[in-house]
T-cell receptor, first 110, second 112 residues
Framework: GQNIDQPTEMTATEGAIVQINCTYQ??????LFWYQQHAGEAPTFLSY????GLEEKGRFSSFLSRSKGYSYLLLKELQMKDSASYLC???????????FGAGTTVTVRA | ETGVTQSPTHLIKTRGQQVTLRCSSQ?????VSWYQQALGQGPQFIFQ???????GRGNFPPRFSGLQFPNYSSELNVNALELDDSALYLC???????????FGPGTRLTVL
């Protein structure tokens, strides 16, 4: 089975940094994805990790530790438009399906 | 380049009815995956189609069925609708089964 946990909500101030943690216990692993989803909209791809370590992409970075079943998404220099739900998803090796966590709602305050 | 499109955007049905949702994949993408997203939850995998064949299925009953056409567009059919089927249905396409998935805007289904 798949078990993917992430915090429900986080609040931060504009210009600050927020770290969203994701832990997973899955029957197989073929990569971990982070998506951003604004209310009422489709998820949009942010990052992909398949090997251990840090992937940096502008203001967003994602880290993976496969041995610990752990990832985080780091959002730097927060902007109001970053207020959204952030979804952690693990891909299965056989059928490539994505298993998602429930999402973390990030609220950025002025 | 046209992204993933879905129709209709919103739909209201009553219990017991049947519904068909449609998805046009991004140009050049041969793989389509369908997800159900209940309010406040992450998307749940329904099934995936690769070159017109089902290529994996999640924990959904047989009344959830699908098709993929030669142009790689896809349909999701749900029979005998139940109240719990009310959700956002997302379609995602990818260049191949193991590539990054691009999501469409979704169809909001309400079952009364």
């Amino acid at each position: 089975g798949q078990n993917i946990d992430q915090p429900t909500e986080m609040t931060a101030t504009e210009g600050a940094i927020v770290q969203i943690n994701c832990t997973y216990q899955t029957s197989g692993f073929n990569g971990l994805f982070w998506y951003q989803q604004h209310a009422g909209e489709a998820p949009t791809f942010l990052s992909y990790n398949v090997l251990d370590g840090l992937e940096e992409k502008g203001r967003f970075s994602s880290f993976l530790s496969r041995s610990k079943g752990y990832s985080y998404l780091l959002l730097k220099e927060l902007q109001m438009k970053d207020s959204a739900s952030y979804l952690c998803a693990v891909r299965s090796p056989n059928d490539y399906k994505l298993s998602f966590g429930a999402g973390t709602t990030v609220t950025v305050r002025a | 380049e046209t992204g993933v499109t879905q129709s209709p955007t919103h739909l209201i049905k009553t219990r017991g009815q049947q519904v068909t949702l449609r998805c046009s994949s991004q140009s050049g993408h041969n793989t389509v995956s369908w997800y159900q997203q209940a309010l406040g939850q992450g998307p749940q995998f329904i099934f995936q189609y690769y070159r017109e064949e089902e290529n994996g299925r999640g924990n959904f009953p047989p009344r959830f069925s699908g098709l993929q056409f030669p142009n790689y567009s896809s349909e999701l059919n749900v029979n005998a609708l139940e109240l719990d089927d009310s959700a956002l249905y997302l379609c995602a396409s990818s260049l191949a089964a193991n590539n990054e998935q691009f999501f469409g805007p979704g169809t909001r289904l309400t079952v009364l």
